[in-house]
């Protein structure tokens, strides 16, 4: 399932990371590309650890944690310390699976069960940069406004098309899930959408509220993994 999660930041936000992105200093960001990766990967990208690395890191994982839609699409357990990169005119990332398993020293090693891509850049600031999802037999290609947020499972080949006018910034970043199979997450996720319908028109405390609620709890008990 990929799913847009619009505005998870806001206009002032945006403006505030794009400030800080366009006065720092950027890598090549093969620097944190497998070893397969790096074969088709031309992009720049922040530091890890650098300053605005953190600030801004930070600054999106705070926005992730108030946001109900990502909480529970995914279910989160670990969330890595978001990314930051920069397609000028010219780069590219070719067609790439996002690794299984993610190591940072001094963290714990994570499972990535979902990728997310936060798009920084409005899709009139340049031509080119669509974020594809390479399916067996069909693709799918992306373009968010601003602000907006694509998750997608991590198992996807994906890739960025070459960039030919201004410049594409987004950060990206994975998450590990409670719930590690995806057809659970599916239902958990629908399952807590209708109980946030029908609580618009009935009151907590009805027999049906609470009968959702205890289903949504008792499957999340027995799909979730500490």
């Not at 995914?74 to 398993?101: C, E, K, Q, W």
């Not at 994975?174 to 009151?203: C, F, G, N, Y």
Request: charged share 25%.
């Amino acid at each position: 399932m990929i799913v847009k999660i619009p505005k998870l930041l806001s206009q002032e936000e945006v403006r505030y990371c794009r400030n800080v992105l366009e006065a720092s200093e950027w890598i090549d960001g093969k620097a944190s590309a497998g070893e397969q990766a790096r074969d088709v990967k031309d992009n720049l990208q922040l530091e890890i650890g650098s300053e605005p690395f953190v600030e801004l890191g930070e600054r999106v994982l705070r926005a992730l944690g108030r946001n109900p839609l990502f909480n529970s699409l995914t279910i989160p357990l670990r969330v890595r310390s978001p990314m930051f990169n920069r397609y000028d005119v010219g780069m590219h990332y070719g067609p790439h699976v996002d690794g299984a398993i993610h190591s940072v020293p001094g963290a714990p090693r994570m499972r990535a069960d979902l990728s997310s891509t936060l798009f920084l850049s409005d899709p009139d600031e340049y031509d080119g940069g669509e974020l594809v999802m390479h399916r067996l037999h069909s693709t799918e290609v992306y373009k968010l406004n601003a602000g907006d947020l694509l998750v997608y499972p991590t198992d996807v080949i994906h890739s960025v098309s070459p960039v030919t006018r201004g410049t594409r910034w987004a950060a990206f970043f994975w998450t590990q899930s409670l719930v590690k199979s995806q057809e659970q997450r599916t239902i958990l996720h629908e399952l807590d959408m209708a109980i946030v319908e029908i609580r618009k028109l009935l009151p907590d405390a009805h027999p049906a509220v609470l009968a959702l609620t205890s289903s949504y709890h008792n499957q999340l008990r027995l799909a979730s993994e500490l």
